[in-house]
């Protein structure tokens, strides 16, 4: 494998976790609230983990393990590693633009700092 290969898999992996994360979110939305006894929550949790769309998620989460094993062939840790925080802050943008939810000022400066900090990374490698 290649560097860019390697760096392509580092890629699969923060898109596959992106893909995890945003899927499960819209299919709790989906899914409605969670009841407040046991055996409501159990219910509620038990129809998600059926769910196709749930399953993706989890199967995405393998897959993008998979791609982080083959990325660390070639990469450092030290410096692959902190590019996975690409994944908060695509998040963050996408919960914002697409599940409406209210992005604080706070937050929007956390993430200015996590894109700082992963310019100085790649300055250094």
Partial sequence: MTTFGAWAAVALTI???IFGQIVIKIRVLHAGPMGDDLGAKL???SLLLRDPWVISGYVGALLAS?????AMTRLQLSTAYPFTSLAFIIVVGI???YL???I???QL???AL???GLVMVAAGS
């Fill in 109 to 111: 400066i956390g993430t």
């Fill in 66 to 70: 998979f791609a982080w094993m083959t």
């Fill in 104 to 106: 604080q000022p706070i």
């Fill in 114 to 116: 996590v894109i700082l």
């Fill in 15 to 17: 898109a596959l976790t």
């Fill in 100 to 102: 409406g939810e209210r």
């Fill in 95 to 97: 919960s914002g633009i």
């Fill in 43 to 45: 219910h509620f949790l």
